[in-house]
């Protein structure tokens, strides 16, 4: 089935890195792109006007995830654009290191909170509308870190084993409705989460370097698409070879 | 929109909005059971936002649970208007 002519996405945590890659990535792809931030207003707002420079349809919208009601999002998104929101890309993550011998609850809680919880629950939202339009796209954004040990990163890595877990069983409970669902995993990314990075773990890297967001957000774009109607369920890695 | 919610306008909305998961028309009694409709339990969670849509009823995951005919549905409905 191919897209409506009216469909909008909600890409979560976009006003910067791999969030504003596949916000744009998909405005080009002809998604009017709904491009929520939780504090960085003008990051968003750059989003946004990168967007619509390359005669694309956007808006910034405000919210933070892992403590708001999802509907409103949707809403919101819906009545901004003039579309209901047909794909929706759970991108918004915290870290918060430490060895598990040392992590508090709160450092445990939060990322949980951000990373699967709110992914769980804006997905939830995005049921309605896309089980009714007979089509859906969601993508949730994982990481190679979850099927992979990160020392450091035992919440993140429960987060993301926990995210690709949940695409799988939802994708089977939406799939007959022409609701896909499906995850990327990004290795190392040069963004602002990965700065502090070591050059060694990128030198370990199969392919000799840290990923570009750009590059991620190609992957988002093809999961989005009409060609990968077919396409649920599965985890698509963007790692330089690092898990295989 | 709201519609005034009796038997009689539950039982239209829940008729009217079972062929969209492939029921025969024909077929749908307030008798029939979900599962002899082969209306599983992804069509149910759509009705209820069918019926939450045309009648502000909200139906949860527990009450889909122990429906088991059309006309439990029903009247479940109009017992929560």
Redesign the interface.
Known sequence: MSRPDTAAALVTGASKGIGAAIAQALAADGWAVAVNYRSDKDGAERTVEAITEAGGKAVALHGDVANGAPQELFAKAEEELGAPVLALVNNAGVTADGLAIQMDDEAWDTVLQTNLTAAFRMTRSAM?PM??ARYGRVINVASVVGPRANPGQANYAAAKAGLIGMTKTIAH??A??GVTVNAVAPGFIETDMTKDVPEAVKEAVPARRAGTPEEVAAAVRFLASDDAGYVTGTTLFVDGGMSA | MATATTPETVEKTIFEALPQFGVEESEITRESTFEELDVDSLDLAELSQIIEDEHGVQLKGDDVAKIKTVGDAIDLVVSRA
Do not use: G
Request: proline share 0%; hydrophobic share 30%; aromatic share 0%.
């Open positions: 309605r089980i009714k409970e939406v007959k409705r």
